[in-house]
């Protein structure tokens, strides 16, 4: 007898391999694990993630396109080469096997990469199913001990959403392409999808609002005054003051002394934080240290691949106790960095909650594995998630706000104090954002010198730019999206030259694509169709709807919307054409050239096809510099500080986005190889 795991990736492979026994490892750069237990033979093969990909039936670049189907990713797509090797270690070792344990991630995409390769590899559609939410070698045997039954309502709902996806898509996207191109000046890909359009609406709306925002004046009032323990600021009562003539009326009115004539203390309990699930981390992580949603979730990634937490990927709140919450925190004693925290906790131990829950995983949380080598970015998130688990098991802390009165010549000004009294969680969760602002001493009649009254000129502010931690939240509000796919949508937006800068900026190439769909094809931006279809595959994992009826109700729609754009074309490529041109020019411009002043632009050579960047001023300047010949090259305003020229920025899919000096014989290219040599060596 033998057994064949299907793993999701190769270090989880690794850990349920050693979970399980004393594993021989096989391959070099694709992976597996062979072991003997309880008198069966046991394969533990990976993935590396989804090996299929949906393609379109036939050939053809047209729309509407509605017949799909499942192939290989490496018959699809170059860029999806390196999963050949992982398709032909699970196609050799499945011959071998008479079982199939599942032990993919257990979600949606999880149960779609393992249910594909037991059907299309495999060539059957029975096995087991391993359910777990952490690497840790106890839960991963007994998952194993205990795999049930195929997860068949959510492997449909998964497969329906990436029909679903791929439908929307594919056609939306080819429409807009094939619209922009028309007039065959320049071919530019352009994307808009299911949820990317309502998602870029959103922001457009919003970028409209500041735009339009007509801002108006008004005034404040301070007043210092003098106290044993230094100057005092209060604040004129009325907040906004509309009418300066009264403003100025009010100041000259102002006497030399302020009598306090109240006095307000107020004492109340901060709850303990609940637990992060996926969106509450990406939020905090980029208050506390800037990280964008999708490195937050990458960052936690790893570190669930490593044992360390739990499934990040995860809605819910709760700490169930099934956890082993003593044990765990038992285990993190053992790190000098929280053992003083772990041993202030109150006993019994009992996590503070939140509302939201999640069938599949609990919150996200650390499993008590030792940390090995970490970079810095991981270990940063790895201390930020400690020490959010910690604070939930501790005291509420207690606060204090203090509000005093002032009669100025009988107008009223304020001061306001708060502070922690009584620390208890915050103590242990750093990054609680509370500032403390102490009053001096004051009594109820006392009499303080003014030393001065200010006038300050105000005006009223359009409302706040999203940022993306900020847009994760609203689309999660507004059920736009899932847990996993709102960072990656982002990142698009932003691919696309949609958006911009970190308080996101609408370009005007993303609000040219939304007046244009909403003119020819407003449903494809409608969040009302969106959230309706997210339902309906709610619905499907709790079998109260069906795959097919979902894929169909979406033909049905794209139909009817894809006629209507596709009378449009001329009129919506002739909208966007100027707009297309000038985000084409602007994207390709590199910088001033350093020797004559015209501007350095990416190039394509005719002949060779190949890219470099080459001055305008071209042939009476003959400056040129290379490129390497992957990955997208995104242009900006950012300077080498080594030797000043531009830096471009290299994205290449499935590695880090690299910052490039354009000057291959810059001295901090040399620098850059040595410190890289330097941590290989480490």
Not at 287 to 292: H, K, R
Not at 516 to 527: F, G, N, Q, R, V
Not at 626 to 635: D, I, M
Not at 669 to 682: C, F, I, M, R, Y
Request: charged fraction near 30%; proline fraction near 5%.
């Amino acid at each position: 007898m033998a057994v064949l795991i299907i793993a999701e990736k190769p270090n989880a492979a690794e850990k349920i391999a050693f979970a399980l026994g004393n594993p021989k490892k096989h391959g070099k750069k694709a992976v597996w694990f062979e072991l003997e237990r309880n008198g069966e033979r046991v394969y533990v093969v990976p993935s590396v993630g989804h090996i299929f990909s949906l393609k379109q039936k036939g050939k053809g670049w047209n729309y509407p396109t509605f017949e799909t189907e499942w192939v290989p990713s490496f018959s699809a797509s170059k860029s999806s080469a390196f999963t050949e090797a992982y398709y032909t270690n699970l196609e050799k070792i499945a011959k071998r096997c008479d079982r199939v344990v599942i032990a993919t991630d257990f979600d949606t995409e999880g149960s779609v990469i393992g249910f594909n390769i037991l059907r299309f590899i495999c060539g059957r559609d029975d096995a087991k199913r391993m359910r777990f939410s952490t690497l840790t070698a106890d839960e991963l045997r007994e998952a194993y001990e205990n795999a049930g039954p195929l997860d068949v309502p959510q492997i449909e709902a998964g497969l329906a959403r990436h029909e679903l996806d791929w439908l929307w898509g594919i056609n939306a996207s080819r429409a807009l392409t094939k619209a922009v191109n028309v007039g065959g000046k320049g071919f530019t890909v352009m994307s808009t999808g299911r949820v990317q359009g309502p998602a870029l609406k959103l922001l457009v709306d919003r970028e409209c609002e500041i735009r339009a925002f007509a801002a108006e004046p008004f005034w404040q009032l301070e007043a210092d005054a003098e106290t044993a323990d230094g100057i005092l600021t209060t604040y004129y009562e009325k907040d906004k003051i509309w009418d300066k003539p009264e403003a100025v009326r009010i100041k000259e009115s102002c006497g030399d002394n302020a009598r306090v004539v109240a006095l307000q203390k107020r004492q109340y309990e901060q709850a303990p934080p609940v637990p992060f699930d996926l969106t509450s981390l990406q939020i905090e992580a980029h208050g506390v240290f800037g990280f964008s949603p999708s490195a937050t979730l990458e960052l936690a990634q790893t570190l669930y691949e490593q044992g360390l937490i739990s499934y990040p990927r995860t809605s819910s709140q709760k700490l169930p106790e099934k956890l082993g919450l003593g044990k765990i925190l038992s285990a993190l004693a053992e790190s000098t960095i929280y053992k003083k925290l772990v041993a202030s906790l109150p006993r019994p131990l009992v996590p503070n909650e939140g509302k939201k829950s999640d069938a599949a995983h609990p919150a996200i949380h650390p499993t008590g594995e030792k940390p090995a080598a970490l970079t810095q970015q991981q270990r940063k998130l790895y201390d930020l998630i400690v020490r959010r688990f910690l604070a939930t098991f501790a005291r509420a802390s207690t606060r204090e706000t203090v509000r005093a009165m002032f009669d100025i010549n009988g107008f009223t000004f304020a001061a306001e104090g708060s502070r922690t009294t009584d620390a208890q969680w915050i103590e242990i969760y750093k990054y609680a954002n509370f500032k403390d602002v102490t009053l001096p001493e004051l009594r109820k009649g006392q009499m303080l010198v003014v030393k001065e009254v200010r006038l300050l000129d105000k005006e009223t502010q359009p409302p706040k730019r999203y940022t993306e931690a900020a847009l994760v939240r609203e689309l999660e509000k507004r059920n736009l999206g899932t847990k996993s796919t709102r960072a990656e949508i982002i990142k698009t937006l932003y691919q696309r030259s949609y958006i911009k800068d970190k308080s996101i900026v609408v370009t005007d190439l993303g609000i040219g694509v939304v007046d244009a769909l909403e003119k020819y094809a407003p449903t494809i931006l409608s969040e009302e169709m969106t959230r309706r279809f997210e339902g309906g595959m709610e619905a499907i994992t709790e079998g109260k709807n069906t795959k097919e009826k979902i894929i169909e109700d979406a033909k049905n729609a794209l139909g009817t919307i894809l006629t209507v754009f596709k009378n449009n074309e001329e009129k919506i490529g002739a909208e966007l054409e100027t707009t297309l041109i000038e985000t084409r020019r602007r994207a390709a411009t590199v910088g001033p050239c350093p020797k004559c002043g015209a501007n350095l632009r990416v190039i394509t050579a005719k002949a060779s096809k190949k890219r470099f960047i080459g001055c305008t001023g071209y042939p009476a300047c003959a400056t040129a510099y290379p490129l390497p010949q992957f990955g997208l090259v995104k242009t900006g305003a950012e300077k080498c500080k080594t030797c000043g020229l531009p830096i471009v920025l290299i994205i290449s899919k499935g590695k880090r986005p690299w910052k490039l000096c354009i000057d291959p014989k810059c001295p901090s290219k040399a620098e850059w190889g040595k410190k890289k040599t330097e941590e290989s060596k480490a």
